[in-house]
């Protein structure tokens, strides 16, 4: 799955999980960019991009991301 497929499938996770069909995120998108953006959200998001893409992260990767582009590159890491 290229770099593009991931940052579009990933789109439409946060769009269902926000429930905003016209979000839009970039690699530099964080919590503090969504209002809606909150822990119990936070955890509702990994599980369904988890669900999603097929894989797991652990307490640690989750840990380290900043933005939505770190959360790409992890994506792509458990991906290859």
């Keep these: 799955m290229t770099r593009a497929e ?3 499938t990933l789109t439409g996770v946060f ?3 926000f429930d ?3 979000l839009n995120i970039s690699d530099t998108t964080t919590a503090k960019d969504i209002e809606e953006w909150d822990s119990i959200v936070h955890v509702t998001l990994i599980v369904a991009v988890e669900k999603k893409f ?3 992260f ?3 990767d989750v ?3 900043e933005n939505v582009g770190d959360f790409i590159q992890l994506i792509s890491s ?3």
Excluded: A, F, K, Y
Aim: charged share 35%.
């Design 78 to 80: 458990r991906l290859n």
């Design 63 to 65: 840990r380290r991301l």
């Design 6 to 8: 991931i940052h579009e």
């Design 58 to 60: 652990t307490t640690r």
């Design 54 to 56: 097929g894989v797991s």
């Design 15 to 17: 769009r269902d999980v």
């Design 20 to 22: 905003n069909p016209s």
